[in-house]
């Protein structure tokens, strides 16, 4: 989980300097580029960006910050330049925190851990009181009845063998071994268990709510339908959006210029100009001397002008499908709508089955 940056872009009477994050002291301003890594839990004080928080949320889709929103240790800054003030030490950043848990989750016990612990407190000593009887007592007493029960050392070997038939060695290191290779494989797989305890009571689970994005679904976003309107084409409004978006990295711009692609085109002789993104908001530009922007429903409903009805009903009715929407504008007026979702991963139906199949109730 070696996710965040060693070393921290400092701002100090107005110049930059590169401190590690050891030393940084909340309150201090640190600077985060584009396709860094956030190096201290903070606010920020300036810019704005899509921050890929998935280190830490397991959300997916970039989270847009901008002025007074929080920002974690570990996360990525996807496209906009961001000042942030710490709040915390680097030891104290969400991110140590979450390492700490699963290391004290390791060094937790559970219940059968605890009771095979107890168990061999007392069964220890008496294998090996035992042991010293059969090694002592049967020689002692065929000495004492004058007969022959076997050489010293037959009963010696005995004694050994008894011992290592029941030395309860492999039990109790087995079992505190097994937890914490379980606990170890499963915070890989992105998985934090608190503990043993949590690990051994899994086994009892009846109901499992899935956080949907990232994990029943890829996280990748991806076109699946484009709405023209007016005299417009799909093709058309499809290459001007892709114009557009390919000048962001936001996921989702990506998911527009990736689907025009699909299609065998691309937005040959579109030329943007006077570009702008705005994070939170959309993105804009002049084609052919002509204000495009793409942005959401609500954005179109506040800046849109002529007939915005149908179109926003149409989003609506996408949104109400689990669809995010965009809106392509023309000179203010809704030139298009493309609706993006979240692929279901192949392997998704098959372990909703599973569970179903083991009793559990499965609530996304």
Not at 8 to 16: F, P, Q, T, Y
Not at 172 to 183: K, R
Not at 247 to 268: D, F, W
């Amino acid at each position: 989980m070696d996710l965040s940056p060693q070393m921290a872009r400092v701002r100090l009477n107005g110049e930059l300097a590169m401190l590690d994050v050891s030393s940084v002291m909340p309150g201090t301003t640190i600077v985060v580029r584009p396709g860094e890594r956030v190096a201290l839990d903070g606010i920020v004080v300036r810019g704005s960006s899509a921050v890929d928080e998935s280190p830490i949320t397991g959300e997916s889709v970039p989270a847009d910050k901008s002025e007074g929103d929080r920002v974690f240790a570990g996360t990525l800054n996807a496209s906009g330049l961001l000042e942030v003030q710490t709040t915390t030490l680097a030891a104290d950043s969400t991110l140590s925190r979450i390492v700490y848990l699963v290391e004290e989750a390791q060094g937790s016990r559970a219940p059968s851990q605890t009771f095979v612990e107890r168990f061999s407190r007392w069964y220890t000593p008496l294998v090996i009181w035992l042991a010293l009887g059969v090694a002592v007592v049967p020689p002692l007493v065929a000495a004492f009845l004058g007969v022959q029960w076997g050489p010293w050392s037959e009963w010696v070997r005995r004694a050994l063998v008894m011992l290592v038939v029941s030395c309860p060695c492999a039990l109790v290191i087995s079992t505190p071994v097994s937890i914490v290779s379980a606990i170890t494989r499963a915070s890989r797989d992105g998985v934090l268990v608190k503990g043993g305890a949590f690990l051994e009571a899994a086994a009892e689970v009846q109901a499992i709510a899935f956080d949907k994005t990232g994990t029943l679904t890829l996280g990748k976003a991806r076109v699946v339908g484009v709405e023209p309107f007016g005299d417009r084409s799909e093709a058309g409004v499809l290459a001007v959006a892709a114009a557009l978006e390919g000048h962001s990295n936001h996921p989702i711009a990506r998911a527009v210029v990736s689907a025009l692609e699909e299609v065998g085109s691309r937005p040959a002789g579109v030329v943007v100009e006077e570009y702008q993104e705005e994070p939170g908001v959309g993105v804009s530009g002049l084609i052919s001397g002509v204000r495009w922007e793409i942005c959401s429903p609500a954005c179109a409903h506040e800046r849109g002008t002529g007939n915005t009805a149908e179109p926003l009903r149409r989003a609506d009715e996408a949104e109400q499908q689990g669809r995010t929407v965009l809106a392509l504008l023309e000179a203010g007026e809704i030139a298009g709508l493309l609706s993006i979702v979240d692929g279901i991963r192949p392997q998704s139906a098959a372990a909703i089955a599973a569970l179903k199949r083991g009793g559990i109730e499965h609530r996304p």
